[in-house]
């Protein structure tokens, strides 16, 4: 693994995602200090199967209905 800064970063950008394809990990710091990691994605990602939520998920009746006048006060703050 190795670590870079965000000026070093931003700058060589492709030749790091080229790296991590190639299964390294990359730390990106500020002034030293580790603020994120670039890994490899791992296998494949799930296909989305519609409807896989039913009967987990459940939207109330007034789902529709206008939202109380207290609520409503909240977001003209």
């Given at each position: ?24 990990e ?20 799930e ?31």
């Open positions: 693994m190795i670590t870079v800064n965000i000026h070093e970063a931003k700058t060589h950008f492709s030749r790091l995602l080229s790296r991590v394809e190639g299964g390294e990359i730390t990106i710091a500020k002034a030293g200090k580790p603020i994120a990691r670039i890994v490899p994605l791992t296998g494949k990602t296909k989305r199967i519609p409807g896989s939520a039913k009967k987990r998920i459940v939207i109330s009746e007034d789902f529709l209905e206008p939202l109380p006048e207290y609520i409503l006060e909240g977001f003209e703050k």
